[in-house]
């Protein structure tokens, strides 16, 4: 691994990725939900924040990108569609871009629904992929600036990705989201054995993210809905639950 990827859990259940390119030195932040932790961690490390990555606009994700910006100087990378929504953005991407963090190449993937222009990083040298709130450990982002249309192609395009890809959500929501998959396939063996390591690494105050593409494909019941319409209801069910 040419990434160092530390977990940072802030409020009540974010998850804050801080990521070190040891060639470059730069080190990066992935949705800052707040400033004062990332800012510590890195301080600890010896790490000098150089970059801030977002992958949409909800204040959970860029709450820390002023004073983070205030801070160390960085540079920040964001969705352009979203760009009237996050003042602090310097470069604006969308599908096709890239950002960089030294020689290493997130590429950029539109992944619209639960905001209009939500975006995710895949770094494919280090099979890493941050998220944001589109996709979680058996579950997908509410649906609050787009369509189960929009999900439902969101998920096709995640589950092209290698098996292997780490995915790094921004959200501990994986025993909520397990109880939900298991009324939706109770018979999944694969769900039910995940369910019953998940409690386990609860109980013991354990994070239970990244997930991977290979365990979301035999697990998540939005990826594994076979039409809009299914993903649709399942969707409803779950904002329901
Ligand atoms: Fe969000
Ligand atoms: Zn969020």
Redesign the pocket.
């Known amino acids: 691994m040419a990434l160092e990827i530390i977990r940072i859990p802030v409020l009540s259940d ?1 998850y804050i990725w801080l990521v070190h390119e040891p060639v470059s030195g730069e080190t990066m932040v992935v ?1 800052p ?1 707040v400033a004062d932790a990332p800012l510590a961690e890195a301080e600890k490390r010896g790490w000098k924040i150089t970059q801030i990555w977002n992958t ?1 606009w ?1 204040p ?2 860029t709450g820390g990108n002023a004073d983070i910006k205030t801070a160390t100087g960085c540079h920040i990378t964001g969705p352009a569609a979203e760009s009237a929504r996050i003042p602090t953005l310097d470069t604006m991407v969308q599908e096709g871009g890239t950002a960089r963090l030294g020689d290493v190449v997130g590429n950029v993937i539109d992944v619209p629904a ?1 905001t209009a222009g939500h975006i995710a990083f895949h770094i494919p040298s280090e099979n890493a992929l941050f998220i ?2 589109t996709l979680f450990a058996m579950g997908c ?1 509410r649906l609050f600036e787009g369509t189960p249309a929009q999900m439902f192609d969101n998920m096709r395009k995640l589950e092209a990705l290698p098996d292997e890809t780490a995915v790094y959500c ?2 501990e929501y994986t025993m909520s989201n397990g109880q939900f998959a298991l009324t939706v396939e109770p018979e999944n063996t694969a769900l039910v054995e995940r369910m019953k390591a998940v409690e386990t690494m609860r109980n013991r105050g354990e994070a239970t993210v990244p997930t991977s593409i290979a365990l979301e494909k035999a697990t998540n019941p939005f990826m594994r809905a076979a039409s809009i319409d299914e993903l649709a209801a399942r969707r409803a069910a779950k904002d329901a639950a």
Do not use: E, Q, T, Y
Request: hydrophobic residues 15%.
């Open positions: 974010n949705d939900a949409h909800h959970d994700h639960h944001g709130d982002g921004a959200h």
